[in-house]
């Protein structure tokens, strides 16, 4: 049965711009639709996900998603909301970016099921490699007026930025690389939709335009609005950078973190966007919140729901185990199970001391390694009062012993000693 997947993005505040007959195309039948993704890194980061979560409701709707990665428009650079022509990239490092891509998206996506809408995954480079120039522009080029490509605000923009940067005439062709894409498309899958970002439409529209003089047919755009943060700020970016799906990237403790940690308003709003639960339900978490703000219902959802659909209940729950370790009451055994990685997110900006990996080897007396080797401690003095006060653990275990001699046992992750002065007050030894 086909439900309403227009209606379904409204009520989540997924929809900025849609071409009208949109939502009667869709009630009307199985349509099949395309998102775009430039296979510029070989990993998805979250500012991808409202386009995924689309093609997800889309599926769940009973539609058929198309997912298109840009082996071609990844080689060109898409001028819109960029202020800079991108770097191109080369077939190899296309070809690795979609392999890994493709796994990502199967998390979100049915691919294999014999399902009619069963999702598909397509290259723009299988059908542009062999388009050459001349026949680019008899059967492409002629169909669209500079005026009309001049018109779209993604050229506009660039245009008045900058004029010494300019428009490259590559960034310029690339609203006609898309709408043959969508051209292609809509021959060879009956593809009639294309949706994505708000900085897409002019895209977009243009390629239902070229289906319209070409073909004489209908096609159809939908976008959705680009997700900013309450206070202005750009949504998925960190101090270190974007939040990435990959966890060599961002490990599943910093992905869950980054969620725990959005403001009430924009919890709200994202839990609509980037989970699958319905309006009775987060109606139900909104009025949790309202009524015990500092429980923070809304975001402990949000994120238990995104980590788990990233990267699974047991990511989900390492993330959990890894939170404890800073917050709540971990153990030695939580902490010795951490990855590397894992550990160095949890403790990011803690006060790390090199020492040497043989001096740990040897054996060390503790009040040596914290006061002599490292500055962990001011003095020798002040560490024997703290361990005499209960007031220091290694590894999240009490330390009552004055004479304890620290050895490679203790390296976390065959490389850390964590040093705990009191509840707080963390310093890290790396061995090196």
């Known amino acids: 049965m086909i439900k309403n997947f227009v209606k379904e993005l409204q009520w989540r505040g997924m929809i900025h711009d849609i071409t009208p007959g949109t939502e009667d195309q869709l009630q009307k039948e199985m349509t099949t639709a395309y998102v775009g993704i430039d296979p510029t890194a070989d990993s998805l980061h979250i500012g991808h996900l409202v386009s995924v979560m689309m093609l997800k409701h889309f599926q769940r709707a009973g539609h058929k998603p ?49 399902h009619p809408n069963a999702a598909e995954m397509v290259n723009n480079y299988d059908w542009m490699k062999n388009f050459g120039f001349l026949e680019f522009i008899r059967d492409i080029g002629k169909h669209i007026t500079v005026n009309y490509m001049m018109a779209k605000d993604s050229v506009k923009r660039r245009l ?9 005439f590559t960034e310029f062709t690339y609203q006609l690389v898309q709408a043959t894409d969508f051209l292609h498309l809509y021959r060879e899958k009956n593809c009639r939709l294309q949706m994505g970002g708000s900085d897409q439409w002019g895209n977009i529209t243009t390629g239902t335009e070229l289906i319209r ?46 969620w725990l940690n959005v403001s009430d308003a924009d919890a709200e709003k994202y839990i609509k966007i980037f989970t699958l639960l319905s309006q009775e339900e987060i109606a139900a978490l909104v009025n949790e919140q309202a009524a015990a703000p500092h429980l923070r219902p809304l975001q402990k959802r949000l994120a238990q729901e995104v980590t788990c659909m990233v990267h699974g209940v047991e990511g989900y729950e390492k993330a959990l185990e890894a939170s404890q370790i800073l917050f709540g009451n971990a153990t030695t055994q939580s902490l010795a199970a951490l990855d590397k990685e894992t550990f160095l997110s949890v403790f990011e900006g803690v006060p790390t001391f090199p020492v040497e990996r043989a001096l740990l080897d040897a054996g060390v007396p503790i009040v040596e390694l914290l006061a002599t080797h490292t500055a962990a401690f001011p003095s020798k003095g002040d560490l024997r009062r703290t361990i005499q006060g209960n007031g220091l653990s290694l590894n999240k275990s009490k330390v009552d012993d004055q004479d304890y001699l620290v050895t490679a046992a203790d390296l976390v992750g065959g490389s850390y000693v964590l040093v705990q002065k009191g509840k707080k007050n963390y310093t890290i030894i790396e061995a090196v």
Request: with cysteine; hydrophobic share 35%; aromatic share 8%.
């Open 213 to 258: 003089r070409k073909e004489g047919g209908d096609a159809f755009a939908l976008t959705c609005p680009l997700i900013t943060k309450a206070d202005g700020g750009k949504f998925g970016k960190t101090e270190s950078g974007n939040v990435w799906l990959d966890a060599k990237l961002t490990t599943p403790y910093t992905f869950c973190q980054f």
């Open 160 to 168: 008045s930025e900058d004029a010494k940067t300019g428009l490259s």
């Open 66 to 114: 198309i997912v298109l990665v840009g082996g071609a428009t990844g080689m060109i650079g898409d001028p819109s909301m960029k202020s800079a022509e991108r770097n191109l990239l080369d077939e190899q490092t296309l070809e690795h970016n979609v392999d890994c891509l493709k796994g990502q998206l199967s998390k979100f996506l049915d691919f294999e099921s014999d």
